[in-house]
T-cell receptor, first 109, second 114 residues
């Protein structure tokens, strides 16, 4: 099945810093999502982005489907950005959404 | 407020007991999913349903069963719980399965099997 790798596995930032999280996938996809799981366990959908670029406030994401990767950018990080960020994909022709192992982010005040 | 409701929030269960985790959505989404989340393993798909009346197996279906009698409800049953089923269980839904739509997740059920 399709493999999803996220990097880095862990990241510590000083409040106000910028960061880039990466998601590599091993096969063509027709669905890619980024999620944030907050410290209370709630999973929030950030972006649905099988290709192209989207922005939502301080967050933006870019997926280059032909090169099989996606990037999540966090600018001017805040302590509330802490948590785990997951990338999830559905391979072309498939149905099942497969999650990466996540990037655990801690933003220090 | 539209969304997904999971129950119970948490449960401690004796091994060998039967347990049903409930999931209800009010968004009229066609597709629903059950995931388990374990430390170091991320989220793994247990079962899914494209539409009412149909279900399918995910990555880790053994020991679990689901039904989809209507659009709103997608219960997950553990017929005879084992300690390895200790996990946090998330239900999710989307307008339709596969491509085209993002997921909405419930708040999760923390299950401990002793």
């Amino acid at each position: 099945g399709i493999q999803v790798e996220q990097s880095p596995p862990d990241l510590i930032l000083q409040e106000g810093a910028n960061s880039t999280l990466r998601c590599n996938f091993s096969d063509s996809v027709n669905n890619l999502q980024w999620f944030h799981q907050n410290p209370w366990g709630q999973l929030i959908n950030l972006f649905y982005i099988p290709s192209g670029t989207k922005q939502n406030g301080r967050l933006s994401a870019t997926t280059v489907a032909t090169e099989r990767y996606s990037l999540l950018y966090i600018s001017s990080s805040q302590t509330t950005d802490s948590g785990v960020y997951f990338c999830a994909v559905v391979n072309t022709g498939g149905f099942k959404t497969i999650f990466g192992a996540g990037t655990r982010l801690f933003v220090k005040a | 407020i539209a969304g997904i409701t999971q129950a119970p929030t948490s449960q401690i269960l004796a091994a060998g007991r039967r347990m049903t985790l409930r999931c209800t959505q009010d968004m009229r989404h066609n597709a629903m999913y059950w995931y388990r989340q374990d430390l170091g393993l991320g989220l793994r798909l247990i079962h899914y349903s494209n539409t009412a009346g149909t279900t399918g197996k995910g990555e880790v279906p053994d020991g679990y069963s689901v039904s989809r009698a209507n659009t709103d409800d997608f219960p997950l049953t553990l017929a005879s719980a084992v300690p390895s089923q200790t996990s946090v269980y998330f239900c999710a839904s989307s307008v339709s399965g596969g491509a085209g739509y993002g997921y909405t997740f419930g708040s999760g059920t923390r299950l401990t099997v002793v």
